[in-house]
């Protein structure tokens, strides 16, 4: 590849030497991932990875994408991009996390108006620690360079993830009764959703992003840029360690509580919630009153301090609960299931 050019190219905004440089800028953060499984080595046409099956009866694929959102606007104006990857992997694998499967193998998309590789490197770099707290592998993805499309300073960050559970695992919710206690567990903060209206409520400028926050304990840049909080190693662990006891589980992200806990309902069960319980988090009301904005919209627009919530059986609460606090979580019972149309119940 030492004499792969184009100097033609190169006159178009393109620079094929500049992700030849990335990719060997990322090759020790991919390293990182590694875990049994991995067949090849990084860079192919393809990412090759070997389950091991020999434990399971029926093995059930599970896969899930997202993207960053806007919150990369913040990252842009701050010139702070080690965190997005972190992100943009949490936003995949939380999601499959809460059907019982375990994350495996992991690929990126990132689209950008000029490569520049220290900066791409960065990206990759939280992409890889994402990687790393799910406990799967970055197995591939993509750099593109849009010329005309976008900024040079601009980007866009995607991925995939596929993750496995046996087929008598799966977590769907289908045996939720009226009786279950609804568990939440602390988010680290906005996570990665609402950040268009985020970011009109501060319209924020460097010096507004740089200023410190007594309430929060930081800049309001670092809050904003605070990373999604990854569940899957301790939701995955708990799971494992009562089975059948948690019974659905439910990602706190773009919709709010209104939209995402009755995602994991059956027919007939309804979540009431009791907001007064959340861990408090000053970003969420420094929000609400900066932007004249009502707390019926906050709970079906934010995590509000919670950012994933499980049904569990009245029993094994407690012990579940115990079991989260080893972790270093924070699970709080907020509610209860309840006979009723699927839907939710949330007083604040």
């Given at each position: 590849?030492?004499?792969?050019?184009?100097?033609?190219?190169?006159?178009?905004?393109?620079?094929?030497?500049?992700?030849?440089?990335?990719?060997?800028?990322i090759k020790k953060h991919i390293a990182r991932t590694n875990i049994p499984g991995i067949l090849g080595s990084f860079g192919g046409f393809g990412g090759f990875f070997e389950p091991n099956?020999?434990?399971?009866?029926?093995?059930?694929?599970?896969?899930?994408?997202?993207?960053?959102?806007?919150?990369?606007?913040?990252?842009?104006?701050?010139?702070?991009?080690?965190?997005?990857?972190?992100?943009?992997?949490?936003?995949?694998?939380?999601?499959?996390?809460?059907?019982?499967?375990?994350?495996?193998?992991?690929?990126?998309?990132?689209?950008?108006?000029?490569?520049?590789?220290?900066?791409?490197?960065?990206?990759?770099?939280?992409?890889?620690?994402?990687?790393?707290?799910?406990?799967?592998?970055?197995?591939?993805?993509?750099?593109?360079?849009?010329?005309?499309?976008?900024?040079?300073?601009?980007?866009?960050?995607?991925?995939?993830?596929?993750?496995?559970?046996?087929?008598?695992?799966?977590?769907?919710?289908?045996?939720?009764?009226?009786?279950?206690?609804?568990?939440?567990?602390?988010?680290?903060?906005?996570?990665?959703?609402?950040?268009?209206?985020?970011?009109?409520?501060?319209?924020?400028?460097?010096?507004?992003?740089?200023?410190?926050?007594?309430?929060?304990?930081?800049?309001?840049?670092?809050?904003?840029?605070?990373?999604?909080?990854?569940?899957?190693?301790?939701?995955?662990?708990?799971?494992?360690?009562?089975?059948?006891?948690?019974?659905?589980?439910?990602?706190?992200?773009?919709?709010?509580?209104?939209?995402?806990?009755?995602?994991?309902?059956?027919?007939?069960?309804?979540?009431?919630?009791?907001?007064?319980?959340?861990?408090?988090?000053?970003?969420?009301?420094?929000?609400?009153?900066?932007?004249?904005?009502?707390?019926?919209?906050?709970?079906?627009?934010?995590?509000?301090?919670?950012?994933?919530?499980?049904?569990?059986?009245?029993?094994?609460?407690?012990?579940?609960?115990?079991?989260?606090?080893?972790?270093?979580?924070?699970?709080?019972?907020?509610?209860?299931?309840?006979?009723?149309?699927?839907?939710?119940?949330?007083?604040?």
């Amino acid at each position: 590849m030492q004499d792969s050019r184009s100097d033609s190219y190169a006159a178009a905004g393109v620079s094929i030497t500049a992700g030849y440089e990335s990719v060997e800028l990322i090759k020790k953060h991919i390293a990182r991932t590694n875990i049994p499984g991995i067949l090849g080595s990084f860079g192919g046409f393809g990412g090759f990875f070997e389950p091991n099956l020999s434990s399971m009866n029926r093995p059930v694929l599970v896969s899930g994408t997202d993207g960053v959102g806007t919150k990369q606007m913040i990252a842009f104006i701050m010139d702070k991009h080690d965190t997005i990857g972190i992100d943009c992997v949490a936003m995949c694998v939380n999601d499959i996390a809460c059907c019982g499967a375990s994350p495996l193998i992991f690929l990126d998309y990132i689209a950008m108006g000029k490569s520049i590789p220290a900066r791409n490197e960065q990206i990759v770099a939280g992409v890889a620690e994402g990687c790393v707290q799910a406990g799967c592998a970055l197995i591939g993805g993509e750099m593109a360079e849009h010329p005309g499309m976008m900024l040079e300073d601009e980007y866009d960050v995607a991925g995939f993830s596929v993750g496995i559970v046996d087929y008598d695992s799966i977590i769907d919710g289908k045996t939720i009764k009226d009786g279950d206690v609804i568990i939440g567990l602390a988010s680290s903060g906005l996570h990665s959703n609402a950040f268009s209206l985020v970011r009109k409520v501060f319209q924020p400028d460097l010096k507004k992003l740089e200023t410190h926050m007594p309430d929060l304990g930081c800049t309001l840049g670092e809050e904003l840029l605070r990373p999604t909080k990854i569940y899957v190693k301790p939701l995955l662990d708990v799971i494992n360690r009562f089975p059948g006891e948690i019974k659905g589980v439910s990602n706190i992200t773009g919709g709010g509580h209104h939209e995402n806990v009755p995602r994991m309902l059956p027919k007939g069960i309804r979540a009431v919630i009791d907001a007064t319980k959340f861990p408090e988090n000053p970003i969420f009301s420094m929000i609400a009153k900066l932007g004249s904005i009502p707390m019926r919209d906050m709970y079906n627009t934010f995590n509000m301090g919670v950012g994933m919530v499980m049904a569990v059986s009245e029993e094994s609460a407690d012990s579940v609960m115990a079991a989260f606090r080893e972790h270093g979580e924070t699970p709080v019972i907020i509610g209860r299931c309840e006979n009723g149309d699927k839907g939710l119940d949330l007083t604040w």
